[in-house]
């Protein structure tokens, strides 16, 4: 590596490498306000961007084993997810049929004539699609259809929404698919919801990184590749996370681990930074309850 080379002299952003007990423990801790209440996280994305990979990743630090449950597919199959399903992360084999209070949804991409149509993710956004449902990127989800949920609660609403998008195609992205981004993260704005991304697949454009994947926040195609990620969608750098994720693993990794829960911590705590937030406008004088 010659003049300058791909490293950065030192990282850009902090975070515990290795020691995951706090991190793990914090996210493990967390418990939404009320009391039966869940997080529910929306991944949006393109196909094979890595969503399913994203949740096994993080039901695997939880467990400390290599989940496959969300069944990422290889994308060579043109299998890709066109049911809305939320995935919940169990508690661990004591604890059967006991669940984490954050819960994911995954849902496929936007891309033309076979991703979701964004009137749909705006309708999964507002609680209004059941679980179960099969997309048509043909037709949008009506009220009557057995489906729509016409009362939706609290739980069913998304909380936080997360763009998930792989480093190697950031430059890929349509001018269209953009759009769309660009059109559900104003939604979601409008409803208050958080907005996060997470840029996946790293590996596949640092050699370096799997070698060791600590390196991420040296590494300046690492971070050219977020860049030009939040220029295209216009999320801020500091709501961008890069993960690694679980794929071809057998056993796991600490660091990997570690870059995982940091995207996980910030994904939960955008949603509590939301709620302060709403609470500290609702207390000021003349601000809207
Ligand atoms: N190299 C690499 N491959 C990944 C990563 N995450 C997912 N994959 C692979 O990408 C393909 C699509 O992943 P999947 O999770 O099914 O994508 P989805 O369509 O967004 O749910 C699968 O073959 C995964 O093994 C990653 O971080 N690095
Ligand atoms: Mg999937």
């Keep these: 590596?010659?003049?300058?080379?791909?490293?950065?002299?030192?990282?850009?952003?902090?975070?515990?490498?290795?020691?995951?007990?706090?991190?793990?423990?914090?996210?493990k801790d967390y418990k939404p306000e009320i009391e039966?209440?869940?997080l529910r996280i929306l991944l949006h994305g393109p196909v094979g961007a890595g969503k399913s990979s994203f949740i096994n990743s993080v039901q695997s630090v939880f467990n400390s084993r290599i989940y496959r449950q969300a069944?990422?597919?290889?994308?060579?199959?043109?299998?890709?997810?066109?049911?809305?399903?939320?995935?919940?992360?169990?508690?661990?084999?004591?604890?059967?049929?006991?669940?984490?209070?954050?819960?994911?949804?995954?849902?496929?991409?936007?891309?033309?004539?076979?991703?979701?149509?964004?009137?749909?993710v705006k309708l999964a956004?507002?609680?209004?699609?059941?679980?179960?449902?099969?997309?048509?990127?043909?037709?949008?989800?009506?009220?009557?259809?057995?489906?729509?949920?016409?009362?939706p609660t609290d739980n069913d609403k998304v909380h936080v929404l997360v763009c998930v998008v792989p480093a190697n195609t950031v430059s890929l992205i349509t001018d269209e698919v953009?759009?769309?981004?660009?059109?559900?993260?104003k939604e979601a704005s409008d409803l208050g919801i958080p907005q996060l991304a997470v840029i996946t697949k790293?590996?596949?454009?640092?050699?370096?990184?799997?070698?060791?994947?600590?390196?991420?926040?040296?590494?300046?195609?690492?971070?050219?590749?977020m860049e030009e990620l939040s220029?295209?969608?216009?999320?801020?750098?500091?709501?961008i996370f890069p993960v690694k994720?679980?794929?071809?693993?057998i056993d796991l990794n600490r660091d990997i681990d570690s870059l995982i829960l940091s995207s996980l911590k910030n994904i939960i705590d955008s949603r509590e930074d939301c709620l302060n937030y709403r609470k500290s406008q609702s207390e000021s004088p003349g601000g809207n309850v």
């Excluded at 010659?2 to 706090?22: C, E, H, P, V």
């Excluded at 939320?86 to 891309?111: A, C, H, R």
């Excluded at 609680?127 to 489906?147: A, C, I, M, T, W």
């Excluded at 953009?178 to 993260?185: A, F, L, N, P």
């Design 1 to 27: 590596m010659g003049g300058g080379g791909s490293f950065l002299s030192t990282a850009w952003r902090d975070i515990d490498w290795g020691d995951n007990q706090r991190a793990l423990q914090y996210v």
């Design 36 to 38: 039966g209440q869940e």
């Design 71 to 120: 069944f990422a597919d290889n994308i060579s199959h043109d299998s890709f997810t066109k049911d809305y399903k939320t995935y919940k992360i169990e508690k661990g084999p004591k604890d059967q049929n006991s669940f984490y209070p954050f819960v994911f949804n995954d849902i496929m991409g936007l891309d033309k004539d076979k991703g979701v149509l964004v009137d749909d």
């Design 125 to 151: 956004l507002r609680g209004h699609v059941k679980d179960g449902y099969r997309f048509n990127p043909e037709s949008k989800l009506s009220e009557g259809d057995q489906f729509y949920n016409n009362n």
């Design 178 to 185: 953009v759009q769309k981004i660009r059109e559900i993260r």
């Design 202 to 225: 790293i590996d596949e454009v640092c050699a370096e990184i799997k070698e060791d994947v600590k390196t991420v926040y040296k590494l300046k195609a690492v971070k050219a590749k």
């Design 231 to 239: 220029v295209k969608v216009g999320i801020p750098m500091n709501c």
């Design 245 to 249: 994720n679980y794929h071809e693993e």
